[in-house]
């Protein structure tokens, strides 16, 4: 009997003992930064990956540490990857995450 067949003749298995390979797919939540607050004025400036800038009227959350903590209008004016969002509640610090919905 060969190596590659098992004792009642089917073909042996392949894999084993080996791990599965993980199967990896791509986020289509789109993640920028906070780079510069106004809080008297309630608006921030983020920047987003480049070769993606959110539309004027989309909605974002903010996160900080894993935990929601503040929602925004994005308004613009926008510049390459970097757009303006006004600060609808909650409270914004540099370097927060942002996601849109």
């Known amino acids: 009997m060969g190596q590659g067949a098992s004792s ?3 073909p042996a298995q392949k894999n084993v003992g ?9 986020s289509d939540v789109r ?3 906070v780079v ?7 608006y921030v400036i983020i920047a987003f990956t480049p070769g993606y800038v959110p539309s004027k009227g989309q909605t974002a959350q903010v996160y900080r540490q894993g935990l929601k903590v ?4 994005i308004t613009g004016p926008q510049q390459l990857e970097n757009t303006a ?3 609808v509640e909650g409270q914004v610090f540099d370097g927060d995450e942002v996601r849109l919905k």
């Open 31 to 33: 993640k920028g930064s």
């Open 8 to 10: 009642k003749g089917e």
């Open 85 to 87: 969002a006004d600060i």
């Open 18 to 26: 080996k791990p599965a390979k993980p199967i990896v797919t791509p």
């Open 70 to 73: 503040a929602e925004l209008l």
């Open 36 to 42: 510069r607050v106004n809080s008297p004025a309630r």
